[in-house]
Antibody, heavy 122, light 106 residues
């Protein structure tokens, strides 16, 4: 079955950096667009970024553009999110999610990991 | 930027009741809308996509309808496990979520 396992979260000071990873299994990773979502405490989900199946195209929410970079390593079946210049408002659970479409982008996320908590605080 | 407004914020119902949740968009979405369910401590789960298509494994009591700016998620007869928060989501180059509707036990 599809499994997504995030790692790399933790406590970081404002202005610091963190790299999240998501290890995928149970499906052909290279066939799918992949997405990072986040959810601040007590709030709804927020889209962060997605990357095409080829890895050549990526989109970012305005709130993270220029600070976060999404990437993927198909050989390792892994998705990454490099987060720089972190702010208090980036505090959230970060989820990696798979797009519903195979070899095309649907925009819907049909599988999610359990999330990893990022806390930005001095 | 498209804004999704969900109503009501909270729905207090009993098991066996019918639930009707609304999602209104600030501009036409065609049928590019999905619904997710989220329980405490869990990730969101895709229920409905393209306004009316049930995702794999989703029970038939969940149904979605609508197009343009007005969308509805119906749960025909609430089961105990359906009490949760529900979000609608639109997709364009970006992904946008509504503020959520909490379905709580009356």
């Amino acid at each position: 079955q599809v499994q997504l396992v995030e790692s790399g979260g933790g406590l970081v000071k404002p202005g610091g950096s963190l790299r999240l990873a998501c290890e995928a299994s149970g499906f052909i990773f290279s066939d799918y667009y992949m997405t990072w979502m986040r959810q601040a405490p007590g709030k709804g989900p927020e889209w962060v970024s997605y990357i095409s199946s080829s890895g050549l195209t990526a989109y970012y929410a305005d709130s993270v553009k220029g600070r976060f970079t999404i990437s993927r390593d198909d050989a390792k079946k892994s998705l990454f999110l490099q987060m720089n210049s972190l702010r208090a408002e980036d505090t959230a659970i970060y989820y990696c999610a798979r797009d519903l479409g195979r070899r095309y982008r649907s925009g819907w996320c049909d599988s999610w990991g359990q999330g990893t908590l990022v806390t930005v605080s001095s | 930027e498209i804004v999704l407004t969900q109503s009501p914020a909270t729905l207090s119902l009993s098991p066996g009741d019918r639930a009707t949740l609304s999602c209104r968009a600030s501009q036409s979405l065609n049928t590019y809308l999905a619904w997710y369910q989220q329980k405490p401590g869990q990730a969101p789960r895709l229920l409905i996509y393209d306004a009316s298509n049930r995702a794999t494994g989703i029970p038939a009591r969940f149904s979605g309808s609508g197009s343009g700016t007005d969308f509805t998620l119906n749960i025909s007869s609430l089961e105990p496990e359906d009490f949760a928060v529900y979000y609608c989501q639109h997709r364009s180059n970006s992904l946008t979520f509504g503020g959520g509707t909490k379905v709580e036990i009356k």
